[in-house]
């Protein structure tokens, strides 16, 4: 009996073990960091599989698009509304690539890395990026 109820207690911790180490990141939308404008606060994420993503709307004018080819096969259409919070919880592991629907040419861009899997980085590498997207991609790329 005293057998069963340690293995309960063990069990619970390491539910709760789990679940703490849950790594949700927030990321600002902002016109201006540093020297940069039109940016994400956070330009390449790590997370695990089933964790959250917050875009925070710190400045106006920002949303989040998935771009066409840039994440795992399955995975559906994701485009934010404009000025608003967003946040979306990741199933599917490998490479989300993602930008500002207005300001992409600007180089806001961004990419999560779910699961430490890199299995679709050559779908990432043939993405179309547009003017100064174009520039900051293939450095964002190899950091990857």
Do not use: Q
Request: hydrophobic content about 40%; aromatic content about 12%; proline content about 3%.
């Amino acid at each position: 009996m005293k057998t069963l109820k340690n293995l309960t207690v063990l069990i619970t911790l390491l539910f709760f073990a789990s679940s703490s180490f849950a790594a949700d990141e927030t990321i600002e939308m902002l016109n201006k960091l540093g020297k940069e404008s039109m940016v994400y606060s956070k330009k390449v994420v790590r997370i695990d599989v089933g964790d959250t993503v917050f875009w925070k709307s710190t400045n106006p004018g920002h949303n989040v698009e998935f771009i066409k080819g840039g994440v795992p096969a399955g995975v559906e259409k994701f485009k934010t509304k404009f000025s608003k919070d967003a946040e979306y919880t990741f199933t599917v592991p490998g490479i989300y690539a993602y930008w500002c629907t207005p300001h992409k040419s600007m180089g806001m861009i961004g990419f999560v890395v779910v699961g430490n899997d890199k299995s679709n980085l050559e779908d990432i590498k043939k993405i179309k990026y547009y003017s100064r997207s174009k520039k900051i991609a293939p450095e964002l790329i190899n950091s990857l």
